[in-house]
């Protein structure tokens, strides 16, 4: 069983699950003699996006790519001149024999197998087939040399190991339509030759695989899980629903085939059911044909006219029903290319996950424990002036895999899918579109490849925990208390402070320590207690030091015990090495129940996270000698030191956060030391469809005044919303005003001003257009001018500052001044002319490097198609 004692990582809910090639090293750690010594096997599945196709592929064949096809029944690649062979006479060779292509093209222009003789020498001859193109060939039976990740029982330290496979050489012709890295084919089928199954055979962990769309592949028995939000790490076979897997009798195609039974569509009223005859979608006994069938080499599901017909009604019915009562101006499209059922409209948005509200396809399968329901991402495609439904009909040629079946799933279908194989069981676990389960795929297995350093580093110990959005007051927390009792993230706070049990250690009133602490004071709150803060107490007055807890929500303080909190946390030799639990202490103040007044249900304090010494990063830094740097990846972790931490970009794998992000150099007020990570930002600029507007404002309007400590832009993780001094909001008003009334122009002229919604101010109606990637809403791009040596403009996209009222699409940017009540006046201290909050933070990547006074930022991280990655996430 999992060591319970170790902190679990658990991600963000995934709007912004994009493409990621590194996955979560464990945070449960078993011992040798608690599970079988399978070895499975974890690598990257990388979706190839210049491909026509959307291939996916597996870094496996020593570094080189190789395209997973679920329906391919051998391993081939092209092969250097020199290169072993594999008896004709031998058993392997009569095997990949017996799964010769039934139909295809064969590349040198002759029939397939024309005048050859089977054994006509002693090496044998096999036959690789592109599953692209139809187009097949003939190559030497040989051995290819592959290397994985592998680990003794898919918990303990992954190391690359070596090892072979059969496969078949194939001339550089065959790789037509392919991705240009690639170097051939690794069927992923259910034959004896295919990789799964000779992983299989040689490793002894039984003929099981997991496909996490587009993140890895783990051969084996490897703990896969879905971090959902609220529900921490759940097992995919105690939430997913599974499917029997069915043989095509005949053997006219190695595929997966699915008992679907029956298809329909619905959108908010009840399913409507495609009209097809019972059997429509059953395979034939008899000849082989029919059934629905899984690929992963056919970008976009392909059905048989009477199907498609069936589902075109569906699909148009579900639509009319919806909109009689609520959006009547959706309407059909002509055809667009090969897509027959196009849309255009103003189709509603979802909260969560945050996307278009669309019709959903489901597929009802004979013996599974649920639908298979095909959302937004798994079928909508965009094209200009329309939306389009990514499920196309039978075309002249055929079908696009042999067998001729009823239904071809593609890969538009299957990404942002978990896919569990059990083979032996003849069984399929599937997910649907993860982002509308809110959940992230864990693996508790690291992938090696992009990030193996070597043991000479030195042994910084950098910690990394989870970092949680609470959904109701939208704070931020890390559960780094022993008993894991959650602490909101404050990055202007100055010190540590939590509820205290009667009986807890003090700090003595003459410490250094407790100097330090009270030079922290709050500079203005409100005593908890009624009165004056400090009144009637003299600094010493018993030799128990006192500090003075602040919640920077409700502007409260108080005064409490200076204690010594004890904590635990992930902590690694050397930010590669396995995680382990790690307690320690650090010194913090005792606070009153009532001090956590708006804070989340289930925290009991605040973890300050400034440039202070008694700061959670500052201690840290301190006890474990890394230096004080942190990273926030919002929401999913917090690292603690040089602990490497990048994007996983699609097409590019780990990229380092050094390597591709801006930074800005972090000011600090002169006036309020204690008042927070200030931005040297000198201009705002808004950006829409080519349009630019700048908010006029004088060069100063921004600076921090060195005499008073007033204005500045200053971070902030207690503040809901960007706030802005009166002055400075107007001339950003005036400015993404202009910005809308210049690039409505070229999108949709009657995107216009509304009345506002409380707290907002700036409120916007109309049909703004839908970007195709990341899918969201088209609005005005906002850009923080940076000077000061700063080496990009921090952007602000659409999650980080709009929100969706009913009335209209309103900026999440308010003017100073507004009442508490309507979240508009931040509890900042020191007068600020710009607060970024919470939204404007949420889904960035921050990583802050106190020694050097520098912060790289991300922006919103969809509109980077990345995701924030570290080694053990």
């Known amino acids: 069983m999992p060591n319970n004692h170790i902190k679990r990582l658990v991600p963000r809910t995934i709007a912004s699950l994009v493409s990621l090639v590194l996955l979560l090293l464990p945070c449960m750690v078993a011992t040798a003699d608690q599970q079988p010594p399978y070895k499975p096997l974890v690598v990257p599945l990388v979706r190839e996006s210049k491909t026509s196709t959307s291939l996916y592929t597996i870094p496996i064949k020593n570094d080189e790519s190789l395209v ?54 002693c090496s044998c001859i096999a036959h690789p087939f592109n599953p692209v193109t139809g187009e097949c060939s003939t190559g030497d039976l040989t051995t290819f040399s592959m290397s994985a990740n592998s680990t003794i029982n898919g918990t303990m330290q992954l190391h690359p190991e070596t090892f072979t496979a059969v ?28 990789l799964p199954s000779q992983l299989a055979t040689q490793r002894g ?30 097992d995919y076979r105690d939430i997913l629903p599974y499917t029997p897997i069915l043989t095509n009798p005949r053997r006219r195609n190695d595929g997966y085939y699915l008992p679907v039974k029956r298809i329909s569509v619905s959108w908010s009223e009840p399913e409507t059911p495609a009209s097809l005859p019972a059997g429509a979608l059953a395979i034939d006994a008899r000849t082989g044909l029919g059934g629905v069938v899984l690929s992963t080499t056919t970008p976009y599901t392909v059905m048989r006219h009477d199907v498609f017909r069936a589902f075109a009604e569906a699909f148009d019915t579900a639509i009319v029903r919806r909109s009689k009562y609520d959006f009547s101006n959706v309407t059909r499209h002509p055809p667009v290319g090969e897509f027959k059922l196009c849309y255009n409209g103003a189709f509603p948005m979802r909260k969560r996950p945050a996307s278009m509200d669309i ?62 194989f059990d083979l032996e069981k003849m069984v399929m676990w599937f997910s649907g579109d993860l982002s509308f389960r809110l959940a992230a795929i864990l693996s508790l297995a690291l992938l090696l490849q992009c990030i193996l350093t070597t043991a000479d580093q030195p042994p910084s110990k950098p910690l990394i925990l989870p970092l949680v959005r609470d959904t109701k007051t939208s704070l931020y927390t890390i559960s780094i208390n022993k008993d894991d009792s959650p602490l909101v993230v404050d990055l202007a706070g100055t010190l540590v402070w939590s509820t205290c049990r009667s009986t807890h250690t003090t700090v003595p009133c003459n410490s250094a320590t407790c100097g330090t602490a009270n030079q922290q004071q709050p500079r203005r709150c409100r005593y908890v207690d009624g009165g004056s803060f400090w009144t009637g107490r003299e600094p010493g007055s018993h030799c128990s030091c006192i500090a003075h807890p602040f919640n920077p929500l409700t502007g409260e303080c108080s005064t409490g015990d200076l204690t010594t909190f004890s904590m635990s946390a992930n902590s690694t030799t050397n930010g590669t090495k396995p995680l382990y639990p790690e307690e320690f202490t650090a010194v913090g103040t005792c606070a009153p129940d009532r001090l956590l007044a708006s804070l989340p249900a289930s925290a009991t304090g605040v973890a300050g996270f400034s440039n202070r ?63 927070g990570y200030y931005l040297p930002v000198e201009g705002i600029t808004v950006l829409w469809h080519g ?70 101010k700036l409120c916007y109606g109309g049909p703004f257009p839908f970007l195709k990637r990341p899918a969201t809403w088209d609005v005005p791009a906002i850009y923080l001018e940076l000077a000061g040596g700063a080496t990009g403009a921090w952007p602000l996209f659409n999650e980080n500052y709009m929100v969706q009222t009913p009335h209209g699409m309103c900026v999440g940017i308010l003017e100073m001044g507004q009442d508490d009540d309507g979240g508009g006046a931040p509890v900042i201290d020191g007068e ?42």
């Open 68 to 121: 997973v096809d679920l329906a391919g029944s051998l391993v081939w690649s092209t092969c250097r001149s020199t290169h072993t062979t594999v008896p004709c006479n031998s058993a392997t060779c009569s095997t990949a024999n017996q799964q010769q292509p039934r139909r295809c093209r064969y590349v040198d222009g002759g029939s397939f197998w024309t005048g050859r003789e089977p054994g006509s020498h």
């Open 167 to 194: 496969g078949t050489c194939a001339p550089d012709r065959l790789l037509a339509s392919l991705p240009a890295s690639v170097t051939g084919i690794a069927g992923f089928s259910n034959r004896p030759l295919s």
């Open 205 to 234: 962990f039984g003929k099981k695989f997991a496909l996490c769309m587009s993140q890895f592949v783990a051969f084996g028995e490897m703990p896969v899980y879905l971090a959902m939000e609220g529900r921490r790490f759940v």
């Open 359 to 420: 019709p959903t396809i489901h597929l009802e399968m004979e013996g599974a424990t649920g639908t298979w329901s095909w959302y937004n991402d798994n079928y909508l495609v965009f094209v200009p002036g329309a939306i389009c439904v990514g499920v196309l009909e039978m075309g002249q040629d055929g079908m696009p895999v042999d067998g001729e079946p009823a239904m071809v799933v593609g890969v538009k279908q299957l990404d942002w899918n978990l896919l569990v």
């Open 613 to 675: 010494p008694l700061s959670l990063p500052s201690q840290l830094a301190t006890q474990r000698g890394f230096g004080k740097k942190f990273a926030l990846c919002m929401s999913q972790f917090v690292v603690f030191g040089e602990m490497p931490v990048g994007l996983g970009m699609e097409g590019r794998g780990f990229v380092d956060y050094r390597d591709t992000l801006p930074y800005t150099p972090i000011l600090t007020n002169p006036r309020n030391p204690n008042g």
């Open 691 to 760: 349009a630019s507007a700048a908010a006029s404002l004088p060069r100063v309007a921004l600076q921090i005044d060195a005499r008073t400590g007033r204005g500045g832009v200053v971070l902030s993780t207690t503040t809901p919303y960007a706030a802005m001094r009166h002055d400075v909001f107007r001339a950003f008003a005036e400015a993404f005003d202009a910005a809308v009334e210049k690039g409505r122009y070229t999108t949709y002229g009657d995107v216009r001003r509304v009345p506002a919604v409380e707290p907002f």
């Open 832 to 873: 600020p002319a710009i607060v970024l909050g919470l939204k404007q933070l949420d889904m960035n990547l921050l990583v802050f490097d106190l020694d050097k006074m520098l912060l790289w930022f991300s922006g919103e991280l969809s509109f980077r198609l990345a995701s924030c990655v570290s080694p053990f996430w």
